[in-house]
């Protein structure tokens, strides 16, 4: 009996221990194909801004951060079902998606910007592009604007599954122009091999509306205690200057208040 409840004695520090592990592990989702916020290597692995942020935010609250890939238009969807516990993946806090879910303050700005050939001007307005057919990726702030916005008058919005394709299909010329967030567009295109024969036209959208006031970390409503602690540990990055020395790694200017 006393060997018994030696061995129990022994065995219950390591229980605690696998137990708290498991309770600390947070799954994040994300969307990897919307460079330079989340990419995907040619190894698997996943890099990006949204990436390194997260994981110092899991090491800062003492959990154990593991990505889940999905498709972006899914991933509320996936919150809702339990089947991740987070989203992080360049995704913006709006009016609409907070009837949804809760989100963390804000990372960063994201405001949406039209793409074109070089030397083509084109008015982000639904005049400017009656006629053209614009791209966008699907379930992203871009997609809702443009179709609320510019499709009623006259504007050819094509959906994408993928920001890669739309990307594919301005290249090959069976798109006018694309549409998306303006930092996205150049650094992850504009600056690329692909994207040095297009450029900017017209100036950024921002409609909070439709854009929001940034990309936040999407969480469950009834998840508050984890927002505090992800909250807390935005704001130590940002003043302790970590936010800053890992923005700097993919961007030229100040991310977080553009």
Known sequence: MRKTI??????????ATSLQAAETEIRLGVEPGY??????QP???????????????????????RWVENEFDGLIPALKAKKIDAILSSMSITEQRQKEIDFTDKLYGTPARLITPAGTTLAPTAEGLQGK???????????????EQWQPKGVDVVVYPAQELVYADLVSGRLDAAFQDAVA?????????????????????????????????????EDGELKAKLNQALAD????????????????????GH
């Open 133 to 147: 057919r614009v791209g966008v990726f699907q379930g992203t702030t871009a997609e809702t604007y443009a179709k």
């Open 185 to 221: 567009a150049g650094e992850g295109f504009l600056k690329q091999p692909q994207g040095k024969a297009f450029g900017f036209s017209g100036p950024e959208i921002g409609d909070v509306k439709y854009f929001g006031v940034g990309a936040g970390i999407g969480l469950r409503k």
């Open 35 to 40: 460079a330079p916020f989340e990419m995907k």
């Open 237 to 256: 990055m940002l003043k302790d200057g970590t936010y800053q020395k890992i923005a700097a790694k993919y961007f030229n200017f100040d991310i977080y």
């Open 6 to 15: 030696n061995m129990l004695c022994l065995l219950l520090p390591v229980l």
């Open 43 to 65: 190894d698997g692995s996943l890099s990006g801004f949204d990436i390194d942020l997260g994981t110092e935010l899991c090491t800062r609250i003492q959990a154990k951060c």
